[in-house]
């Protein structure tokens, strides 16, 4: 940063921006190693934590577009972490359920995402990442639509 203009390294958004590139890069190279991608990851944790849903009830709770959301739901019933089945109390819908091998597959993701965050927030100390992880939920819940 010693060739950046100070205009920038003393802004939040820019700061902020610069950590988000270099985040999304250690994210993606960690899911790579295992196989996986971002949204396998949300769709994944979504359907741990609240169960089977319809493909666009992942896209909402996951922020995913329709489209991607279909591709990424296939990659998973193709690997065979998730598994797919009309809705049997909505004909034109699909469920879809986590597979015990989708599970373990969340597993190894959040022992990735466990990494990646030792690796990216290595110079803050405990309390200080408690603190960021605080502040910039405030802010995010600030910009969040309504």
């Not at 190279?29 to 991608?37: C, I, L, P």
């Not at 992942?58 to 990659?75: E, K, Q, W, Y």
């Amino acid at each position: 940063m010693d060739e950046t203009p100070e205009r920038l390294t003393t802004r939040p958004s820019w700061l902020i921006t610069q950590l988000a590139v270099h985040a999304r890069k250690l994210v993606f190279d960690g899911f790579t190693a295992v196989g996986a991608r971002g949204y396998h990851y949300r769709i994944l944790a979504a359907l741990h934590e609240y169960g089977p849903a319809s493909q666009a009830e992942l896209g909402r709770r996951c922020r995913i577009d329709r489209s991607d959301v279909v591709a990424a739901v296939n990659d998973l019933v193709e690997r065979g972490f998730a598994d797919r089945a009309p809705d049997p109390d909505h004909g034109r819908r699909n469920k879809v359920t986590l597979t015990q091998d989708g599970a373990r597959q969340l597993r190894r993701m959040d022992k990735v995402l466990d990494q990646v965050q030792d690796d990216l927030l290595e110079p803050l100390s405990a309390e200080d990442r408690q603190t960021l992880t605080r502040l910039l939920t405030r802010v995010l819940a600030r910009h969040e639509p309504r």
